[in-house]
Each structure stands twice: as structure tokens, then as C-alpha cells.
């Protein structure tokens, strides 16, 4: 391999994480694997306590993927036809298709233009007769302003379900996110804060009755064997995502602060870069860097990109479209200029290399490859 490859900076790499851990991991797979526990199962138990307790809530039930426990969460909240949920544009699709899931209408306020989440007055001002729930994210790993959605919620009695698929472990004065509205749903999948060894969700609650309809629902909504009490599905978790989760977890919080660290160091080395908008952190302890995202020109972006990938910096767009202006939500009828601010971040977003095991070098090589593009 010429020594241009074998330096290269990868996006994420998920191989490092695991070597780190790796006897810690097999020593906790073995016994789903040799207990053949693939469903449930007390990995998914002990998982399910390990990550209310990091949590601050009651309840933790595992779910098999982030998209599955928004759609769970909304089911069990009775959010269906005829119902409106404001949510935003900016986000990856599974947040929208959860709503469209139980047949309620996503309805959709632009972004604050400094931390890229719902906008709480353009929230306010979409608030109409049927809306029934609020869905905000807290995106690339930062809260958003659940402050002031709480008390909106409050305000027009309306339910507040956090999609927190990017922020395991961030804090918003003293508590984790997740925990704040009447639900949060997380997402397991491999490239997030906290990863499974495949798909994998939860959906995390004070509410005793809630999580209970939830941990019926998820499997096949049975009251005891054989004995189906409402509409099911089959969202359960696997075990040995359980047991991956649980040794994962403990690690997370270093993790989120080598994440910050290096969040810092690229905040360093491309202050005053002339052509480029850093990423807004209002709150260092309400944000775990999921993702390093800055802002270039629209028309200079995919120049920028190419550039970056000729230096052995790989890089990313989350996300190029806003939801409502994707085919399949053509039928809402929204069109260019309905979003302004998210359009505008959405064409001019790239994401950087971001993950704990990344090197002071790399993150040295990525900074110089961007300042070098901009000279
Ligand atoms: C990843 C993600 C989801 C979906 O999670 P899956 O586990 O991939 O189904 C939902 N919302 C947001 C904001 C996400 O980033």
C-alpha cells in the first residue's frame, strides 16, 4: 500500500474502538453466545438498567434500532391520524418517517442559524389546533434548546419526545438528554456516541405505563404468552447488542470527552480560517460531538471535498436535503425557500473526522488539509 493510503484520515473508525475493549467485549459475549440468549435476554437487562441509571430516568427498554424507537415511542404515546408533529428539517429522514409510521402529519419550523436545532419561536409559531407532540433533536451531539420547548410543550399541553440518536450523554443543566421530555429515543447503530455490533435503540422514560405499552409493543404486544392485547411488532433488542452496550457504556463518557478534546484542537488550529464557520457550542457540557461539522460556500464545497480526499482526509455531508423537500414527502407540498436557514447550512455543511481513537496527528493532518484549501 503506497504510504499516501496508509495515512490516510479515516471518518470514523469503528476497528480502533473495539481493539481497545476488545477483552472486555469477548468476555461479555460469551455467555449470550453460549447461552444461545439472542432475543431480550439478561444482557439486555442489565443494559437496559446500566443505561437508566447513566441516564438519570426509570425506565430503559431496548429496541432494535433508533428509527423503531421513535416509532415505538409514538405509537405508545397515541400519536395517529389526525395529529401534528413539529419537528425539524435538519436531521437524518428517520426522525420524519416515526410520525409518518403512526399516520400523523409531520409538520416542520426552521433551524436557530448557530446550533443547527429547532428554532423555539419558529416551533411556537407552527403550533396550530391538532398539533399533539413536539419532536426535537439534538443534532451532531448537541442539546438543543429544551428549555424552551419544555415550556412550550408546557404552555399549548402538548407531549415532548427527544430524538437524542446523536447525543448519548450530553447534559443540559445537570441532566443527560433523554431524560428531559416524556421520552427519548436513542439510537445504537454502529457509527454512533454509543455503538452496537449492529442495529439497536431504546426508548427511555419516567413514565411507568409508557415504557410498559413499549415493552409490550416491541414484542408482538403480548400480555403474557400468546395472548395479544393490541396491534404488535417485533422491535425487541438482540442480546449480544445488550452485551456490547453495557461494556460501551461504561467507556462512554471518556470517550465523549476525547470527542471534545478533539472538537478543541480543530477549534484551534482553524480559528480566523477565512472562507470557513465553525461549529457553535454555546454549552461544552451540552454538546458530545457526534459530529464536526463546518460551514463552506455552497458553490465551494464539493472543490473543498475533493480536495480534502486528494490530501487522505475523508469527509462527510449530514445532511445535503432538508426532510421535506425529499421525494417521498412531496405530497406535503413543500418547495426551495419554505426553510431558509436550514437550506442554507444544509448546501453548505461538511462534516470532519470525528471519533475518540482519532490522533493529536490526525487531527493536526485534517486541520492543515483544510487551511491548505483556503490559503
Ligand atoms: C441515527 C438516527 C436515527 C435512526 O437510528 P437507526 O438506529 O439508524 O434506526 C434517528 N434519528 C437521528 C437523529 C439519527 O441520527
Known amino acids: 500500500m503506497p504510504a499516501t493510503m496508509t495515512s490516510t484520515v479515516p471518518f470514523l473508525d469503528i476497528r480502533a ?31 437496559e438498567e446500566s443505561f437508566a441509571e447513566f441516564l438519570g430516568v426509570k425506565h430503559c427498554v431496548g429496541i432494535n ?51 443547527y436545532t429547532l428554532d423555539p419561536a419558529l416551533v411556537e409559531r407552527a403550533i396550530t389546533p391538532r398539533t399533539k407532540a413536539l419532536l426535537p433533536v ?30 448519548h450523554g450530553a447534559r443540559l443543566d445537570g441532566r443527560r438528554v433523554g431524560s428531559i421530555g416524556r421520552a427519548g429515543c436513542f439510537s445504537f447503530y ?26 409490550r409493543l416491541r414484542d408482538h404486544a403480548q400480555q403474557g ?24 457504556l461504561r467507556h462512554l463518557d471518556g470517550w465523549n470527552c476525547a470527542r471534545a478534546g478533539h472538537a478543541r484542537r480543530y477549534g484551534e488550529l482553524l480559528a480566523g480560517v477565512p472562507g470557513i464557520q465553525l461549529p457553535a457550542c454555546p454549552r461544552p457540557e451540552g454538546h458530545v460531538w457526534h459530529l464536526f461539522v463546518i460551514l463552506v460556500e455552497a458553490g465551494e464545497r464539493e472543490a473543498f471535498r475533493e480536495h480534502l480526499n486528494e490530501q487522505g482526509v475523508a469527509s462527510g455531508i449530514h445532511y445535503p436535503t432538508p426532510v421535506p423537500l425529499q421525494p ?26 470525528m471519533f475518540p481513537e482519532l490522533t493529536e496527528e490526525q487531527v493536526e493532518r485534517v486541520a492543515a488539509a483544510v487551511r491548505d484549501y483556503f490559503a
Open 17 to 47: 474502538q473495539n481493539d481497545s475493549i476488545w477483552g472486555e467485549l469477548t468476555e461479555a459475549l460469551e455467555p449470550v453466545m453460549r447461552g444461545a440468549q439472542f432475543i431480550l435476554g439478561p444482557a439486555v437487562a442489565r443494559f
Open 65 to 115: 434500532s433508533g428509527t423503531s424507537a421513535l416509532h415505538m415511542a409514538l405509537q405508545a404515546l397515541d400519536v395517529g391520524p389526525g395529529d401534528e408533529v413539529i419537528t425539524t428539517p435538519h436531521t437524518w429522514i428517520s426522525t420524519t418517517w416515526a410520525i409518518s409510521y403512526v399516520g400523523a402529519k409531520p409538520v416542520y419550523a426552521d433551524i436557530d442559524p448557530a446550533t
Open 138 to 167: 439534538h443534532l451532531y451531539g448537541q442539546a438543543c434548546d429544551l428549555k424552551a420547548l419544555t415550556e412550550i410543550a408546557d404552555k399549548h399541553d402538548l407531549l415532548l419526545i427527544e430524538d437524542a440518536a446523536q447525543a
Open 190 to 215: 454502529p457509527g454512533k456516541n454509543l455503538g452496537a455490533f449492529g442495529e439497536g435503540g431504546a426508548v427511555t422514560t419516567d413514565d411507568e405505563d409508557l415504557a410498559e405499552r413499549i415493552r
Open 225 to 248: 404468552r400468546h395472548h395479544h392485547v393490541e396491534l404488535g411488532y417485533n422491535t425487541r433488542m438482540e442480546g449480544i447488542q445488550g452485551a456490547v452496550l453495557d461494556v460501551k
Open 328 to 353: 417521498a414527502y412531496a405530497q406535503l407540498g413543500h418547495k426551495p425557500g419554505d426553510f431558509p436557514v436550514a437550506e442554507d447550512v444544509m448546501a453548505r455543511c461538511v462534516s470532519l473526522p
